[in-house]
C-alpha cells in the first residue's frame, strides 16, 4: 500500500510528481528507473486519478475509464512499465452503432471500416484510401488552421452518414469537436485504426495495483492523502512544494494536475512573463462528462452480442453540440462481462457515459442537483432497455456521475476529464522555459488524454525531465 501523509519522509528529493493520473505515474516510473530519487504525491486516498473504481456491496466494483484504448497501449506499457501489464491487454472486438442513419458492429480497424465504407456507405475505395492516409500522415506540425470538419468535408462532402461513422468515438474518447483542428482528430482516429479498440483484463484496480508495485520496486516515494499547497519558485527556478503545512525540497516538479491550476494556483502568475500568462488564460478547457453506473445480479448474464462498446443516439443528425445536450440524444454503453474480471464470481456491469458541460450541473441547488441525478438514471434505463430487455428488473445497483463528482474528486478545473484544448499543448511544454525545473504532464491539447495519450506524454515529459537533472549534475 502507498503510504498516508508524510510520516518518515525524506526532506528532498530530484523530482515531485504532483498527481498519480496515468501520466503522473509514468513520470515517475520512468524517472525512478533512470536513477533518480522521486517523490509522488497523491490528494485522493488511491492512486489513478480518472483511471480508477469504485466498490460497492455485494462485490459490486466499477471502473470510472477503462473503456477501450489504441493497441499502441501494449507497447507504451511493455517498455515504460512491465509485461505483466501489457500482457493484459485484450481487443474488444464487437463495436456497436445505433442511430436513425445505420446501425451496424464492426471490430473498429481500418480494413473493416473500409469494407463498411464501400459496402454500406458506397464510398469509392479510393476516397477511403486516401483518407485514411491523411489521417494517419497527421502530425504536431501540420498546420493547425484545418479544422476537423473541413477535413471531412475535403473527403465526404455533404456524408453526415459518414462522419457520424468516423467522428462519433473519437468525440466520446477525447472531446473533440468539428470545431477542433483536423490533428487533434487525425493522430487519435489513426490510433485506434491500426488494430482497434483495447481494455485492461482485470480491471482498473488490479492495474494500478500492478503499477504501485512497479514504482515500489523502482524506489519511488509514493504517498497518498497529500494535496499540495503551493509549489515553490526561488530566483526563477522550483524550489520545492509545499504539501500538507510541510516544505519538501527538490530540483524539479512535474504537475499532473490541470493545466490552469497547475499556473494560476499552484505557483502563481506573478512568477511567469505576461506574455505567458496572457496565453495561459486563453487556454480553453475540454469538457466534462456524466455516467451511470449499473450493476446485474450475479449470475444474471448480458448476452455478449450485445457489443462490448455501444454508440447509441437517437439524433436525427449528428452534431457535436447536441453531444453535449442537458437533453440528452446520444450515450455510449460500455459493458463489462465477466471476462474483464475473470478471477471474481461472474457478473455484468454497463456504464453509460454522455459528453457534458460543467455549467450545467454546477450552479443547481442540492434538491435540483439531486433530481437531475435522478432523472439522468431513469433516463439512461429507459435507453438500455431496448438493448438489454427487463433491464429495470434484473440491475440491483445503478447511481450516477456528473461534472461535479468528477472536479470533486480528482480537483481538475471544472470537471475537465478530457483536460485542455489544444492550444494546452504549448503552454503545458514551455512551462520550463519560463520556471526552471517546472514539468506539466497532464491531459492537454486533446491529443494527451485518454489513457495511452496520458502514458505517452508522461514518457516526453520524463524525458525532458531526465535530460535536464543529468545536464545539471554533468
Not at 488552421?145 to 468525440?171: K, N, S, Y
Not at 519511488?220 to 509545499?242: N, P, S, T, W, Y
Request: with cysteine; net charge neutral.
Amino acid at each position: 500500500m502507498p503510504r498516508d501523509f508524510l510520516k518518515d519522509i525524506k526532506g528532498q528529493y530530484d523530482v515531485v510528481v504532483i498527481g498519480s493520473g496515468l501520466g503522473g505515474l509514468t513520470v515517475a516510473n520512468v524517472l525512478a528507473r533512470a536513477g533518480h530519487s522521486v517523490l509522488l504525491l497523491e490528494q485522493h486516498y488511491k492512486l489513478g486519478g480518472l483511471a480508477t473504481w469504485f466498490k460497492r456491496p455485494r462485490g459490486q466494483i466499477f471502473d470510472i475509464s477503462l473503456h477501450g484504448f489504441p493497441v499502441g497501449m501494449i507497447k507504451s506499457c511493455r517498455r515504460y512499465w512491465t509485461a505483466e501489464i501489457a500482457d493484459r491487454i485484450v481487443q474488444l472486438k464487437h463495436i456497436r452503432f445505433d442511430n436513425p442513419m445505420f446501425s451496424l458492429t464492426t471490430a473498429y480497424t481500418r480494413d473493416d471500416f473500409t469494407r463498411l465504407l464501400i459496402e454500406r456507405f458506397a464510398v469509392a475505395p479510393a476516397t477511403i484510401a486516401a483518407f485514411f492516409d491523411t489521417a494517419r500522415g497527421m502530425n504536431f506540425y501540420d498546420d493547425q488552421a484545418i479544422t476537423t470538419g473541413q477535413l471531412f468535408e475535403r473527403f465526404f462532402p455533404g456524408r453526415q452518414d459518414v462522419v457520424r461513422l468516423l467522428m462519433e468515438p473519437i468525440v466520446y474518447a477525447n472531446g473533440s469537436t468539428l470545431e477542433d483542428p483536423a490533428i487533434t482528430y487525425g493522430i487519435v482516429f489513426s490510433n485506434f485504426m491500426s488494430k482497434g479498440v483495447f481494455i485492461f483484463e482485470g480491471g482498473t484496480d488490479h492495474l494500478i495495483r500492478l503499477m504501485q508495485n512497479e514504482l515500489v520496486r523502482n524506489g519511488a516515494d509514493v504517498r497518498i492523502r497529500c494535496g499540495v499547497e503551493r509549489i515553490l519558485v526561488d530566483r526563477g527556478r522550483v524550489a520545492g512544494v509545499q504539501v500538507n503545512g510541510r516544505t519538501i525540497k527538490c530540483r524539479a516538479v512535474v504537475s499532473n494536475s490541470n493545466l490552469k491550476s497547475t499556473i494560476f494556483d499552484l505557483v502563481g502568475p506573478e512568477h511567469f512573463e505576461r506574455s505567458f500568462v496572457d496565453d495561459a488564460r486563453e487556454v480553453r478547457l475540454n469538457n466534462s462528462s456524466t455516467q451511470v453506473y449499473m450493476a446485474f445480479r450475479q449470475g444474471d448474464l448480458v448476452e455478449e452480442s450485445t457489443g462490448d462498446l455501444l454508440f447509441s443516439s437517437t439524433a436525427r443528425e449528428f452534431r457535436t453540440d447536441l453531444l453535449l445536450s442537458r437533453d440528452i440524444t446520444s450515450r455510449t454503453f460500455s459493458f463489462y462481462y465477466p471476462r474483464t474480471r475473470p478471477d471474481t464470481p461472474p457478473r455484468c456491469f454497463v456504464v453509460s457515459s454522455t459528453n457534458a458541460r460543467h455549467e450545467d450541473w454546477a450552479g443547481l441547488t442540492r434538491e435540483d442537483y439531486e433530481a437531475s441525478k435522478r432523472d439522468l438514471i431513469e433516463t439512461t434505463l429507459d435507453a438500455l432497455e431496448q438493448y438489454v430487455p427487463n433491464c429495470r428488473r434484473r440491475i440491483v445497483h445503478a447511481e450516477a456521475a456528473t461534472p461535479v463528482t468528477f472536479q470533486h474528486y480528482t480537483k481538475h478545473l471544472a470537471g475537465a476529464s478530457f483536460g485542455t484544448k489544444f492550444e494546452g499543448l504549448a503552454v503545458s511544454r514551455s512551462l520550463p522555459e519560463q520556471v526552471g525545473g517546472l514539468y506539466h504532464a497532464g491531459s492537454v491539447g486533446i491529443i494527451m488524454s485518454g489513457w495511452l495519450g496520458a502514458i505517452n506524454y508522461g514518457v516526453i515529459v520524463a524525458n525532458s525531465v531526465d535530460g535536464e537533472l543529468t545536464k545539471r549534475t554533468v
